[in-house]
């Protein structure tokens, strides 16, 4: 399994930026695709992930509203489109996978168990 994330950068407050993650090495359409944050001090936080096979999607309460979740399965990608950026924002961005079925996965707890993480993103967004 091999995630790459790509699209941080340094933004304005209010501004929007379009992660990427680039799966290889599995079977995209059965796998569930999350994107979790952390910044410096804190506990890594969950904010979203999608169902690449029924494309369900789960958002945290923090993003809910602003960011959007969707995924090409043709290209293997899962997007992450910020908007309304804000300064607590700012972190390191990763994505994760973990298969839907027969795995230890959840839509009761959509963020508590994925076994495969890529090497992150900086997103930074100045006040």
């Known amino acids: 399994v091999q995630l790459v994330e790509s699209g941080g950068d340094l933004v304005q407050a209010g501004g929007s930026l379009r992660l990427s993650c680039a799966a290889s090495g599995f079977t995209f359409d059965d796998f569930v695709i999350g994107w979790f944050r952390q910044a410096p001090g804190k506990e890594r936080e969950g904010i979203s992930c999608?169902?690449?096979?029924?494309?369900?999607?789960y958002y945290s309460d923090s993003v809910k509203g602003r960011f959007t979740i969707s995924s090409d399965n043709a290209k293997n990608t899962v997007y992450l489109q910020m908007n309304s950026l804000k300064p607590e924002d700012t972190a390191l961005y990763y994505c994760?996978?973990?298969?839907?079925?027969?795995?230890?996965?959840?839509?009761?707890?959509?963020?508590?168990?994925?076994?495969?993480w890529g090497q992150g993103t900086q997103v930074t967004v100045s006040s």
């Open positions: 994760a996978a973990e298969p839907q079925y027969g795995s230890d996965w959840s839509p009761s707890d959509p963020f508590g168990d994925f076994a495969s």
């Open positions: 999608i169902s690449a096979s029924d494309g369900s999607t």
